[in-house]
């Protein structure tokens, strides 16, 4: 029935949404290190916070809505 295949595209729909993330957090930890010389550990913090409210976001406007 329709279970299996709502199932799938939820993991589907999570999925792009944590690759949405850490693309973002990646592209921040990148912009912040060599463009701005901000220190490596001080930029992976902050980046956890852009991770985050994007992966919030995306699931929750797209993956459980």
């Known amino acids: ?3 299996p295949l709502f199932r799938s ?17 990646f592209l921040f930890l990148v912009v912040l290190v060599e463009a701005l010389n901000c220190d490596e ?3 992976q913090f902050l980046g956890l916070f852009i991770y985050g409210g994007v992966n919030f976001i995306m699931n929750r406007r797209i993956t459980f809505r």
């Open 1 to 3: 029935p329709a279970e």
């Open 9 to 25: 595209r939820q993991v589907l729909l999570f999925s792009i949404a944590f690759g949405m993330a850490y693309l973002a957090q």
């Open 41 to 43: 550990y001080l930029a």
